[in-house]
């Protein structure tokens, strides 16, 4: 087949009705992030709370590294009721966003100077029941393509990428435009509704087949020779996803797939987290943000996930790991020049089309990358152990991003290098205190833009991981798609 050829399959791949049912799902998906993350970030810092505050309430962001504990439970559980008419990944789907909209129409009651801790434990309620529902929405788009149609899952996780950007970026627009002059909590009433908008998408969707039943029940017969049947099923419920992986990955492998996995994003998480407050303290209102972030932010992101999913599908997931790892650093030193230049409108957009372009290339690769590794028998569970490692970094870790930013703002460093001075009246502690008197007293030096440098050279272990594991990987992405 020549090149020509070859882009024309890979384009028309994407004429599959499947895939728009990835992609409403994955609206689903983003959106309590917009409720949790970007809307309650700029609720909290007009609402006066410091960097430091906003950065530890995204500790709630914790459960998404902790799903893969009970995601066993959506492989194995079957909902009274809802199962029978939705079947397994949707009838999970529906029950999480329902409790989504519970909470989130509790918090339209309240306000954060006053109900602070009970508002953190409404989004602690929307972030659990999203990072359920999560789980069971990556275990339908993986569902959703045999073992034989491995070469889909480029276009796959880009329609579940872009669905993710959606529900993220739109409701977030229309938050932000509105939050000055109509409230927060009238802002939090209209989310409301795009929960309601999700669960239709959940009743339109198809729900996929596959042989995990049979698979399960193939696991389970091998352990009822030994053991009672209690004994079995939560061996096979709890322990056999995890077994199996590590079998099917070669163990030592597997651990690397893990520590990769782990260290990929925590840059872009870092980022992530502050840059609504960045956005805020630098000058620029809550409309520029909504039109600049989120709704130019939306199409960028859209229109680069589509070009990235064509790209990764005819050169490989390792290539586009590798290219989208490298962009995605260089990417954050953008942030850095605005923390210097100022409110600069046409900066931002700048830096937003750039940062949206690297984010869809490595996301599509890496949410690829994930989707490979997992087996039919246990794919929401084997998913989740993968995503809740990648959000592991992604959360727990970017809580500190707001106290890293008020360390570096305190400027400790002429403090102790004159200290160092004092203590070892060495030549070379002089001259690190001219330097600094030099350069480091510029605005090239303060604080945001030194945190975006850092996070810049966050992605550096994964990549070098990568490429020191890059055949073995090479190795195992042919074995898992020949099988």
């Known amino acids: 087949m020549d090149s020509a050829s070859s882009w024309r399959a890979t384009l028309a791949s994407y004429w599959d009705k499947r895939l728009a049912w990835v992609f409403m799902l994955g609206c689903a998906s983003g959106f309590p992030w917009t409720l949790v993350g970007s809307?309650?970030?700029?609720?909290?810092?007009?609402?006066?709370?410091?960097?430091?505050?906003?950065?530890?309430?995204?500790?709630?962001?914790?459960?998404y590294a902790l799903n893969f504990i009970w995601a066993p439970l959506l492989d194995r559980v079957?909902?009274?009721?809802?199962?029978?008419?939705?079947?397994?990944?949707?009838?999970?789907?529906?029950?999480?966003?329902?409790?989504?909209?519970?909470?989130t129409l509790a918090i339209t009651q309240l306000q954060p100077s006053e109900h602070l801790l009970l508002i953190a434990l409404l989004a602690l309620g929307i972030t659990t029941a999203s990072a359920t529902q999560d789980v069971a929405i990556d275990a339908f788009r993986i569902d959703s393509f045999s073992q034989g149609e491995q070469h889909k899952l480029p276009q796959?996780?880009?329609?579940?990428?872009?669905?993710?950007?959606t529900g993220y970026s739109?409701?977030?627009?229309?938050?932000?435009?509105?939050?000055?002059?109509?409230?927060?909590?009238?802002?939090?009433?209209?989310?409301?509704?795009?929960?309601?908008?999700?669960?239709?998408?959940?009743?339109?969707?198809?729900?996929?087949?596959?042989?995990?039943?049979?698979?399960?029940?193939?696991?389970?017969?091998?352990?009822?020779?030994?053991?009672?049947?209690?004994?079995?099923?939560?061996?096979?419920?709890?322990?056999?996803?995890?077994?199996?992986?590590?079998?099917?990955?070669?163990?030592?492998?597997?651990?690397?797939?893990?520590?990769?996995?782990?260290?990929?994003?925590?840059?872009?998480?870092?980022?992530?987290?502050?840059?609504?407050?960045?956005?805020?303290?630098?000058?620029?209102?809550?409309?520029?943000?909504?039109?600049?972030?989120?709704?130019?932010?939306?199409?960028?992101?859209?229109?680069?996930?589509?070009?990235?999913?064509?790209?990764?599908?005819?050169?490989?997931?390792?290539?586009?790991?590798?290219?989208?790892?490298?962009?995605?650093s260089v990417s954050n030193l953008m942030f850095s020049w605005i923390a210097v230049a100022g409110p600069n409108t046409d900066l931002l957009l700048a830096a937003i089309v750039v940062d949206n372009f690297t984010s869809a290339f490595a996301s599509v690769a890496f949410v690829s990358f994930l989707s490979l590794l997992t087996g039919q028998a246990f794919s929401a569970t084997q998913y989740a152990l993968l995503a809740s490692l990648g959000n592991l970094g992604r959360t727990t870790l970017a809580s500190f991003s707001g106290a890293l930013v008020d360390w570096l703002d305190s400027m400790p460093l002429q403090r102790g290098l004159s200290d160092l001075n004092t203590r070892f009246d060495a030549g070379w502690t002089e001259w690190l205190l001219g330097f600094y008197h030099r350069h480091m007293q510029s605005d090239w030096f303060d604080a945001w833009s030194v945190f975006f440098a850092i996070t810049a050279v966050m992605v550096v272990p994964s990549l070098v991981l990568l490429w020191r594991l890059r055949h073995a990987f090479d190795d195992l992405l042919k074995q898992q798609t020949r099988s």
């Open 39 to 63: 809307n309650m970030t700029g609720w909290l810092t007009d609402a006066g709370f410091t960097r430091t505050s906003i950065g530890l309430f995204g500790s709630i962001f914790v459960v």
């Open 78 to 103: 079957k909902l009274p009721w809802l199962y029978t008419r939705l079947g397994q990944r949707r009838s999970w789907i529906l029950l999480c966003q329902l409790c989504i909209l519970a909470c």
């Open 156 to 165: 796959a996780s880009a329609m579940a990428v872009m669905g993710w950007w």
């Open 170 to 328: 739109v409701p977030g627009y229309l938050a932000f435009i509105n939050a000055d002059a109509q409230g927060w909590n009238t802002v939090y009433l209209g989310m409301a509704g795009f929960v309601l908008l999700c669960m239709l998408f959940t009743l339109l969707a198809r729900e996929p087949h596959t042989d995990r039943d049979a698979l399960q029940q193939k696991a389970a017969k091998r352990q009822q020779r030994q053991h009672s049947s209690m004994f079995t099923w939560l061996y096979v419920t709890l322990v056999e996803p995890f077994a199996e992986f590590f079998r099917r990955n070669q163990g030592s492998i597997a651990v690397s797939i893990l520590l990769f996995v782990f260290l990929f994003n925590i840059g872009q998480a870092f980022l992530g987290r502050m840059s609504v407050t960045f956005y805020r303290q630098i000058g620029f209102s809550n409309e520029e943000i909504g039109h600049y972030s989120k709704l130019i932010g939306w199409g960028a992101t859209l229109s680069f996930t589509f070009v990235s999913s064509a790209i990764n599908a005819r050169f490989g997931i390792i290539k586009g790991l590798f290219i989208g790892g490298v962009a995605m």
